[in-house]
């Protein structure tokens, strides 16, 4: 006989204790992971197919997996999930990383997406790569290549969005973090301090960015404030539709 949903939810709610979840995610019966971004209110912000059959689709930046499991729930044939795998790969600001014990830059990341992958039955595949790494001799191309944001997190965004258009064998999507405040096509340096944040971008300096990159069709597709639940307040967030050359 299965066990009841009481004894399930208790068994998962278990698993999932202890971990600081980035996104929230379904795991199945009625336990959500307590992330502090919920994407699920938004998706209708983001230009995806409702199904996704047969295609091979790429999540930059995967972190929990929130959009490979969601990839992968509309029917991708293939999900592939590209993060990296220990803090000392992040683009760290040399104070903060001279401040760092080699056993704190060699934390493991990856634990949420294990345990909800394995919660889920997931079949994505997660590599563990720096999108400075990207390549099609690496991975191949993708239909669909989704980019969650990551570039304010990165020394060299124009670098990344290269490498992500290598890949793309259809089209990118692409979520970025912005400031209403900033106009036109300007952006702001903010030193990789707070939150290992290097940039403040406006949507002018995001669009601008990914059309110098090489895509072409670049097409802003929405803009909404994601809450942020530590902080209370919402991160502005745009999101673009864009095709290689």
Known sequence: ?????SVRQK???ERIAGIRWYHSIALGDGVVTPGIF??????????????????RVLDVGTFDGFWAFEFEKRGAAEVVALDIGRRRQLDLQPRLRNHLTEEELDEEFGLGFRTASEILGSKVRREVLSV???????????????VGSILLHLLNPMRA??????????????????????????LRYLGGVNHTAWWSFSVGCLHQMIKDSGFE???LVAKYGLPH??????????TFRADPR
């Open 38 to 55: 919920d994407h699920t209110p938004f998706l209708s912000k983001h230009p995806l197919p409702a199904r996704m059959d047969g295609l």
């Open 161 to 186: 969005l290269d490498n992500v258009r290598s890949v793309v064998g259809g089209h990118a999507v692409i979520a970025e973090c912005y400031s209403p405040r900033i106009p036109f096509k300007l």
């Open 11 to 13: 068994s998962i709610a």
């Open 229 to 238: 639940k530590e902080l209370k307040r919402k991160i502005y967030h745009a």
């Open 1 to 5: 006989m299965a066990p009841s949903t």
């Open 217 to 219: 069709n670049v097409e």
């Open 132 to 146: 400075y790494d990207l390549s099609p001799e690496r991975l191949g191309t993708f239909d669909i290549v989704n």
